[in-house]
């Protein structure tokens, strides 16, 4: 069990996972979103004023975040908010939290070099 959120969301009695999952995904939208948005500008704006290798890496690692998230994280969301507590899709929302927290763990140094 690699990330805290998931393992969290197992804990949740059954009857009550639907209006804390409801709860969860309104605030962290409202937290993760502004954020994701504010590195895609950022690195877009990094690619055009110096494009090298480094920034376009770290840019991929942006695009591909949001990839794995609009692919992958939102539908198992509402797949939880439409079927309730499932443990099968909370085990691959572990999975896919853990690549998209590699990617942006890549990202760090890569600005740093920058």
Not at 51 to 80: E, S, Y
């Amino acid at each position: 069990q690699t990330c805290a959120l998931p393992i969290s969301l197992r804990h949740i009695d059954q009857e009550e996972f639907p209006t804390y999952h409801s709860w969860y995904t309104l605030r962290i939208t409202w937290i993760v979103g502004p954020l994701m948005v504010l590195q895609v500008i950022g690195h877009a704006y990094l690619v055009v004023q110096q494009p090298d290798l480094l920034n376009g890496l770290a840019a991929f690692l942006v695009l591909l975040t949001w990839a794995i998230t609009g692919v992958k994280a939102v539908p198992l969301h509402a797949r939880l908010s439409r079927d309730g507590q499932d443990q099968v899709v909370l085990t691959r929302l572990l999975r896919v939290n853990l690549n998209r927290t590699v990617c942006w763990v890549l990202i760090v140094p890569l600005w740093l070099w920058m």
